[in-house]
């Protein structure tokens, strides 16, 4: 029986990605395959219910302190509850959250949220601080460009490194709290601490022209 169940749950996730494949211009079937991994999309949107309530029904969510998850690599968002249970990044929503789910839960969870088109900005944020340094960086200060990690429009990195996260099209209040932590070691889960180097020298202004710019791609 349950076997046939997951017959029947493998041939829908099959439906839902060849349907997701189709929607997405830009994406090819393969690309968002891996972006998945290996957990069902289908039987992830029933349990991620109650995620939804605050991350969007399709993973965009309507609150500038809450990140959209649609189209962010699922081993990334495994990745961060797994730092918010174990109490590397913290906030107390979300290490009660993570403390809830199991691994095989999460991988569903995050399969749907990562099978969702992904998070799409308005192009009102263009500003000449932010778009020098997300395509340059400043070598004087040890920041490379953002898009060499981030990817073209900081839709991440090709062929899919999931390490990466997608920020273009993440909120702007959401992108300002992260690089502030970021900046002050109050989030440290990055490998390596590298985005921490990177946002070290980062001023408030430059926080603020890059929220604005990076929610607008
Ligand atoms: C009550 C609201 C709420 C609920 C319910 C909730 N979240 Fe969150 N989530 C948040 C907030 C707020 C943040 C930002 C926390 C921070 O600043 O670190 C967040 C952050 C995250 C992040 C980090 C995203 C990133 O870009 O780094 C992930 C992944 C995530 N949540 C997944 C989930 C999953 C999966 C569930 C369901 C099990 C869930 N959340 C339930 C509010 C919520
Ligand atoms: C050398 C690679 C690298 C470069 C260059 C880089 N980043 Fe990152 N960035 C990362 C990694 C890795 C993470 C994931 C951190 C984690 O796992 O907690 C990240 C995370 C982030 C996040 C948090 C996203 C979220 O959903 O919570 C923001 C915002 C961000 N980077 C902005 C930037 C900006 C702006 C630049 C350019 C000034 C930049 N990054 C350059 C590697 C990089």
Known sequence: MIRIQNKILTCLAALALLAAATAYAGESADEIKQRIGSGNP???????SLCQGCHGELGVSLDELIPSLAGQYASYISTQLRSYQSGARTHQIMNAM?????????ANIAAFFASQKK?????????????????????????????????????????????????????????????????????????????????????DAEIEALSVYLSGL
């Open 119 to 203: 998070m799409q900005g308005n192009g009102s944020g263009d500003n000449p601080v932010a778009k020098n340094l997300f395509l340059k960086g400043d070598a004087k200060r040890g920041i490379p460009s953002c898009t060499s990690c981030h990817g073209t429009n900081g839709k991440g990195k090709a062929p899919n490194i999931p390490t990466y996260p997608v920020i273009g099209g993440q909120h702007k209040g959401y992108l300002s709290v992260q690089l502030t932590h970021l900046r002050n070691s109050e989030r440290s889960d990055s490998q390596g601490g590298v985005m921490n180097k990177i946002a070290k020298s980062l001023t």
């Open 42 to 48: 289908v039987a992830g949107k029933t349990m991620s």
């Open 98 to 106: 993570a403390m809830t789910i199991n691994d095989a839960e999460l």
